[in-house]
Each structure stands twice: as C-alpha cells, then as structure tokens.
C-alpha cells in the first residue's frame, strides 16, 4: 500500500476544491 498515490489522490483532490472554488466565485462575479 504505497503512501504516495495517497498523498497524491489528496493533493489532487484539495487542488480541485480550490480550483473549484475559484471558478464559481469568478464566475459568480
């Protein structure tokens, strides 16, 4: 059970969020 494609699987998916987040407020404005 690799660590590391964990990590990244969490990185990637609180990259997402951000992301996300940013998209509908700019979107929103």
Do not use: A, D, K, W
Request: glycine share 10%; charged share 5%.
């Amino acid at each position: 059970m690799p660590s590391s494609n964990f990590l990244l699987e969490l990185l990637i998916s609180i990259l997402g969020s951000i992301l996300g987040t940013l998209i509908l407020q700019m979107l929103g404005l």
